[in-house]
């Protein structure tokens, strides 16, 4: 019902463009692991490879502590929801979802039954005799989920499964898909692009870039401490100063060496880290807070992107001495 | 402006109406030669047709060519068409022009090519013949609807389900040809009618056992007799039927 994947020493060329270079990943067994990534970083490769829909140049995929070299992705443990659902349009929605147990060569009344149970799962109650053109975008990823719940698989692989939603339907299944993991059990293996849906449900990130995993770990520890200014500027904006020998362009700063970076949000007048007074050039509200840009005295070249309290009384032009509560060397 | 318009409209479709209406009212001519002047309605025609042995044969001998050189070509399209849609080769291209080329060629080549291969391997000329001949006319066009009809929604959805477990001939089976019911249909319609019509190489390919076409024209080769222009309008009653089946079944429901 549900294993472990291990990934080791993946790589895969398209081409001369290297696709996934050297990629190892450990993941456990009813884990929720979000790969993340702009386009082209190779997560999407990365999820064909764990689905056999592809056969790595170089390393293993382990499935269960199985070998999946040579395996066809039908006889995988693995099962796939795709980006634009693939559904089969000319079957109903119960027929759907009980086409992989009819491939295991289920009988008609168990079908019926599972393809019940999974319909329900997913909110869609009562609706299996219905067919896939009736339904929304909301609706149809539903039933993808379901169709590939179906036959228990040991991982569930989504290759950007909320892509095609708008906004709040997507945040709206994002809940969902997290509910439906915790009961199910399954390993979730999800790809996507957009770092607020992978927070929302990871149980750990993995920010890929260029082939290369960039950093991975929960997504506090990922958002709060990354370990590269890739993945710091891809899970948020961030604010970065460059630091040598303890001196800065905002005079001298008590951190090592490196790219100082601050997220907007960690700098407030109280901060420790003393970056200085800063003159607010422009600033917009954002419902939750206040967004500035600031320019420190010290550095008239510099602009920071500060989140103030939604109650903040600031005009621009107006002089703030600012702080960082948090921040990262890198 | 308006009304000349619409007598071109008129002087058209009678240029192309007025043969067929001329076969079909003589099929009703009382007398013994389908021309003017028309001496009575009559039926009698159409009982001596249905009446004769040979021309029956013919019929059932026509329709069973049709329709099983028909679903050959249609299984043979539908699984080159898949293939070379799915993946791509080197010579995939080249390969999709060697299978639509038998459409350039004329049925008459085709024709003495068959008669030439048949008689080299010492295969007798026989309603299986012109049922090869069939395939090889009706195959590109077979083809060529198959692979215009497969798009990327096709290729997800086969995805999808040799994901869900599927082995190649069930992604076939249960997902391709299901998806594809409309075109399919209109290959196998339209390959059926122009099979049903074909002369030449039902002519050349055939011994004793003949198509419909060909006993046609034995009748015609002894004179002319209200008799043909009856079969004559039972052959155009059997394509116009497939036409609008077609139209009615396939086309408007893909709408």
């Known amino acids: 019902m549900t294993a472990g994947v291990l990934v080791r020493g993946v790589s895969q060329r398209y081409g001369q463009a290297m696709a996934l270079d050297d990629v190892s990943l450990e993941i456990a067994a009813g884990e929720y692991v979000v790969l993340l990534g702009p386009s082209g970083c190779g997560k999407t490769t990365l999820l064909n490879l764990i689905g056999g829909f592809a056969e790595p140049a170089a390393g293993a995929v382990l499935i269960g502590g199985r070998d999946m070299a040579g395996v066809a992705p039908k006889d995988r443990p693995t099962t796939t929801v795709f980006q634009d659902y693939a559904l089969f349009p000319h079957m109903t929605l119960a027929e759907n979802v009980g086409f992989g147990l009819r491939m295991r060569g289920a009988g008609k009344a168990e079908r019926a039954a599972r393809a019940d149970e999974m319909l329900a799962l997913v909110g869609l109650a009562g609706r299996g005799d219905r067919r896939p053109h009736e339904l929304s975008g909301g609706q149809r990823q539903r039933v993808a989920l379901a169709r590939a719940l179906a036959v228990s698989p040991d991982v569930l692989l989504l290759d950007e499964p909320l892509g095609a939603l708008d906004l709040k339907l997507r945040r709206a299944m994002q809940d969902e898909l997290k509910a439906i993991q915790r009961k199910v059990g399954t390993t979730f293996v999800h790809v996507t692009h957009d770092q607020e849906e992978a927070m929302a449900i990871a149980d750990r990130i993995v920010v890929m870039q260029a082939g290369r995993i960039a950093d991975m770990g929960p997504p506090r520890e990922v958002y709060l401490r990354p370990k590269s200014l890739f993945s710091a500027g891809f899970m948020g904006e961030v604010n970065r100063i460059e630091v040598a020998g303890g001196r800065s362009a905002l005079g001298p700063m008590a951190v090592a060496d490196g790219v100082l970076c601050i997220r907007p949000e960690a700098i407030s007048a109280g901060g420790a880290l003393r970056l200085g007074r800063c003159v607010v050039r422009d600033m917009a509200f954002f419902g939750a807070y206040l967004r500035a840009h600031v320019v420190p005295e010290a550095a008239p070249g510099m602009v920071l992107v500060v989140h103030l309290p939604q109650g903040a009384e600031v005009a621009a032009g107006d002089v703030l001495d600012l702080g960082a509560d948090a921040h990262v060397v890198l | ?255």
């Not at chain 2, 295969?123 to 009809?149: D, E, K, M, Q």
């Not at chain 2, 190649?168 to 196998?188: G, H, K, T």
Request: include cysteine.
């Open chain 2, 1 to 255: 402006m308006r009304a000349l318009s619409w007598l071109y409209m008129a002087v058209a479709y009678l240029f192309i109406f007025l043969p067929v209406a001329v076969l079909v009212a003589f099929s009703f001519q009382a007398g013994r030669l389908p021309v003017p002047p028309f001496q009575g309605f009559s039926l009698r025609w159409y009982e001596k047709v249905l009446g004769d042995r040979d021309l029956m044969a013919a019929l059932g001998h026509s329709f069973l060519v049709a329709v099983v050189s028909s679903a050959l070509a249609l299984c043979l399209g539908f699984l080159a068409a898949h293939a070379l849609a799915r993946v791509r080769l080197p010579g995939s291209v080249l390969m999709r022009g060697l299978l639509i080329a038998p459409m350039t060629v004329s049925y008459l080549i085709i024709a003495l090519g068959l008669l030439t291969v048949f008689g080299s391997l010492g295969i007798r000329l026989s309603l299986w013949t012109v049922g090869a001949g069939h395939v090889v006319i009706n195959l590109p066009l077979c083809f060529a609807i198959c692979y215009a009809a497969m798009g990327d929604q096709q290729r997800s959805a086969e995805r999808a389900a040799r994901d869900l477990g599927a082995a190649e001939w069930q992604v076939l089976a249960y997902v391709s040809a299901p998806m594809l019911a409309a075109p399919l249909a209109a290959a196998f319609f339209l390959s059926v009618t122009f099979s049903w019509d074909e002369f030449i190489i039902a002519f050349l390919l055939t011994r004793f056992d003949v198509t419909l076409p060909v006993e046609i024209w034995s009748m015609l080769r002894s004179g002319l007799s209200p008799a043909t222009n009856a079969v004559g309008s039972l052959v155009f009653l059997v394509s116009v039927t497939l036409v609008v089946a077609l139209e009615m079944l396939v086309f408007r429901r893909a709408k």
